[in-house]
């Protein structure tokens, strides 16, 4: 059957959290057989050059974007030799959120992959920048977001968090997809989270039994586990991440971004928040399909 992807879509804004984006991408492309498109974004509204009338502002602006461009034409590459992946270099205008949307639609995207440094709030508290979480809320495709170079190549094992929603089942079949394009282990987990509950115990444990069935019937290893909740929180999510850790494998970590009833367009929900802030590994966030679109992979 005919790829309808055309391409990895990889954002930068030449940091180095977008650099390390683009290294972990190279081995998803030779397993997908897809190339890489590596996209930079320019804001219209910069006021770099505000100061600047007339003639001469437009005139450095065109010298800002033809240095921007070359720069990226020189990643692009030295990315596509080292890796024998063909890596294209795309400028946009805008807002980079928009963009990166509208390019992944437009290119056929299998996936979105990008760096995420994490920006301090005035509280302390590290969150996810605006653009790159407009971007995980509203892609039509998986997003993958990485922090840093992983030191392991390739996906040992995948971690994937299941609750009892429908939406949160979406996962397995992604899920199963790169674990057999890295002859990956998944590992699937739940919370008990309702302590002395045997019905929402039962629920799980059958739950789980259906799920590692059809990881099974897929031909991919996997392991179980559910993990009872201690003490009063009502966070599950650094549960999830102690586990993650505990396990020492983990290399991917498998999240919806269903948001909350009643909260504003952004909120990716309370778990899903902390799993993207707190992770070293990357992290694929998937929208259900009832809040995504329809060329989502079934």
Not at 174 to 185: C, G, L, Q, R
Not at 201 to 212: A, D, E, F, R, S
């Amino acid at each position: 059957m005919q790829n309808i992807y055309n391409t990895i879509l990889v954002t930068t804004d030449f940091g180095e959290h977008s650099m390390a984006a683009l290294e972990e991408s190279f081995n998803l492309a030779k397993m997908t057989g897809l190339e890489i498109t590596l996209l930079h974004t320019i804001r219209d509204n910069q006021t770099l050059f505000s100061s600047f009338g007339g003639e001469r502002s437009k005139s450095m602006k065109k010298e800002y974007e033809d240095q921007m461009r070359d720069q990226l034409r020189q990643i692009a590459a030295e990315a596509s030799g080292r890796s024998g992946i063909q890596v294209n270099a795309v400028i946009s205008h805008g807002k980079a959120h928009d963009k990166i949307l509208k390019s992944a639609h437009l290119l056929h995207s299998k996936f979105i992959v990008q760096g995420i440094n994490g920006e301090k709030a005035d509280s302390g508290k590290t969150h996810i920048g605006t653009h790159a979480l407009r971007v995980i809320k509203k892609a039509e495709c998986p997003v993958i977001t990485i922090k840093k170079p992983q030191k392991t190549k390739g996906c040992r094992s995948i971690l994937l968090p299941l609750d009892l929603t429908q939406e949160t089942r979406q996962k397995v079949g992604h899920a199963i997809e790169i674990a057999k394009m890295f002859d990956s282990t998944i590992k699937v987990v739940s919370i008990y989270w309702s302590s002395g509950n045997k019905s929402i115990l039962n629920q799980l444990q059958h739950q789980m039994k259906q799920v590692t069935s059809f990881i099974e019937k897929s031909k991919v290893k996997c392991t179980t586990e559910v993990i009872e909740r201690k003490g009063s929180s009502k966070t599950l999510a650094p549960m999830i991440m102690d586990y993650a850790k505990s396990q020492k494998d983990i290399d991917l970590i498998m999240i919806m971004t269903q948001r909350e009833a009643g909260l504003f367009d952004l909120f990716l929900g309370s778990s899903a928040q902390y799993i993207l802030t707190h992770s070293e590994v990357p992290v694929m966030s998937i929208i259900p399909k009832e809040l995504g679109f329809s060329s989502m992979i079934n």
